[in-house]
């Protein structure tokens, strides 16, 4: 499924959901990414916006058209040199989305994240395996879905985290929002999506290693 379907689907639903994004980078610039779309706090919404097939003159896609997407995401990212081990998986009873993937470098991670919003090409991440690992945030979603005052409370209760670990110990951290795990190894960043939508630079961040 490509970014710009599920986080436009996201944000049409405008109910309690989260969106997570996990990456495990190592130092030889390898990882794994995955992305995931939990809207098992609002099932019951979610469900029937599905059945409906539309929410505030916007089609919603019905199983079968996720089912697609996905497999869709599957074939295009199969298409990138140097990502493997390519997954998705679907939960219709509890309306939970995750597709995961390995990738060689950064290249082919910013490829992939590439061949989900063709419109909008750029670097989403970039790394120094002595120094930093930084991360540019861009997410395809309509801007002016902040300016409806309907649609505020919603979009404060719904969120996306950000999870990087990393086989370094990090010195320090550019965005103040963030937290360090105990042992040095992990990032955590989360903002509401209203404060998002309105900058997404929000979920900027430089991590930078002890050498």
Known sequence: MK????????????????????????????????????FSKSWIRTRSAIWLEEVDGVSIPSEEDI???????????????????????????????????QYENLVALNAVLNSMNTENPMTHFSFSKEKFFQRFASYPI?????????????????????????????????????????????VFLKHNIYNVLKNNTLMNNTIYFNP
């Open 3 to 38: 970014k710009i379907i599920f986080l436009s689907w996201c944000l049409f639903l405008t109910s309690c959901f989260e969106i997570t994004e996990r990456i495990k980078q190592n130092s030889n610039e390898s990882g794994t990414y995955s992305l995931k779309v939990d």
């Open 67 to 101: 089912k697609n997407k996905l497999a869709d995401f599957r074939e295009q990212a199969a298409k990138i040199e140097g990502v493997s081990n390519i997954t998705s998986s679907y939960d219709f009873k509890s309306y939970i989305f995750t597709f995961t993937f």
């Open 142 to 186: 309509p801007k002016n879905l902040v300016n409806k005052e309907d649609k505020k409370e919603d979009l404060e209760d719904a969120h996306i985290t950000t999870i990087y670990t990393f086989d370094k110990e990090i010195a320090k951290i550019s965005n103040p929002s963030s937290k360090v795990s105990k042992n040095k190894q992990t």
